[in-house]
């Protein structure tokens, strides 16, 4: 296959519908726990009846080049009176956003309440990653299981700075750590670059970093960590944090340095339409080169949406060179 070149096959309940179907896009954000599916086809030869009928709940899978892309569960679809139909899916994660509930952990890995949340409600998994940290306390009200399982890898990442992921693959989900990664995709401007846009902000920087725990009102433990270079360029622009009582002075200013280091950053972010490639997907990393707009040098897919069209495969990804992933802060509540 050349560059750009698309093999696609779509695959609903063990029915190859492939020659029906006009378009795929398939997408995701680091800040969402699945992946998406959309598939448009001409689910008619005579405009009066359909060749398929698909079932909410049902099975489906895209292949591009023989490989597997995606494989999950049909949530919507919609068919006009030309027989125009389109088809929305998402990865089994989904099912992580579709129940609220309320939890208290005691001791537990972040690893073990993924683990027990899946296992509560009928989703499947395959590899967990151990997270290591135990968390000595949640209580999570109201929350939907994603959201209890990033406040327990954002707990995690504040006490240890390991970073986890979840993914799917095959139908099951994984939790795996992120690392540095190696660069393997090249995005060279007259090579496989249609269109570029790049931007900086320093709206969401923080210069230095309060953080205070103990007993807040009879003795608390304060600890203030600054970024000298950047208050002097910057000004002064302060995160609070308030820490669990039950830690140590050198685990609240740890806190403290790693929030720093989190915070004291410029946030920028690139947008790139580019000739497709499979493997960049939102969490992996590529090499940019485009000097008008300055987008030069490695960057984070943030978000991904990949177009299938007419043997065509395009792309357009979001970058940053800080390797985001979604935070939730615990609010400790009683019990």
């Not at 000004?235 to 806190?255: C, F, P, R, W, Y």
């Amino acid at each position: 296959m050349y560059p750009g070149q698309a093999e696609i096959k779509v695959v609903y309940n063990n029915t190859d519908i492939t020659p029906v179907v006009t378009t795929v896009e398939w997408s995701g954000d680091v800040m969402q726990p699945c992946r998406t599916l959309n598939v448009s086809l001409t689910n008619t030869l005579d405009g009066r009846k359909r060749i398929f009928t698909f079932e909410k709940g049902a099975e489906i899978r895209f292949y591009n080049a023989g490989t597997e892309l995606f494989r999950g569960v049909i949530f919507a679809d919609e068919i006009s009176s030309d027989g125009k139909h389109s088809i929305t899916a998402y990865d089994e994660n989904v099912y992580l956003t579709k129940s609220i509930d309320t939890r208290k952990f005691t001791n537990m890995k972040a690893s073990d309440i993924v683990r027990r949340l899946c296992s509560d409600f009928g989703i499947p998994v395959g590899s967990i990653a151990d997270t290591g940290y135990v968390i000595p306390k949640l209580i999570l009200r109201d929350k939907t299981l994603y959201d209890m399982i990033i406040t327990a890898l954002t707990e995690t990442k504040k006490h240890t700075g390991r970073r986890f992921i979840l993914l799917n693959k095959g139908g099951k989900l994984i939790l795996q750590e992120r690392k540095a990664q190696v660069t393997q995709f090249i995005i060279e401007n007259g090579v496989n670059i249609i269109s570029a846009r790049y931007s900086q902000s320093i709206e969401d920087m923080k210069t230095q970093v309060k953080v205070i725990g103990g007993d807040p009102d009879k003795k608390p433990i304060v600890a203030t960590v600054k970024n000298d270079a950047l208050i002097k360029k910057f000004g002064v622009m302060q995160h609070l944090e308030n820490a669990d009582s039950k830690l140590t002075k050198s685990q609240i200013e740890q806190l403290a340095r790693q929030l720093l280091k989190e915070h004291g950053t410029i946030d920028d972010e690139a947008s790139v339409e580019a000739i497709g490639i499979d493997s960049v997907i939102a969490g992996t990393s590529v090499y940019v080169k485009e000097p008008l707009t300055g987008i030069v040098g490695g960057y984070y897919v943030i978000t991904d949406s990949h177009r299938y069209e007419n043997g065509m495969h395009t792309m357009s990804i979001t970058l940053s060179k800080t390797d985001e992933l979604p935070e939730l802060e615990y609010e400790e509540v009683d019990e």
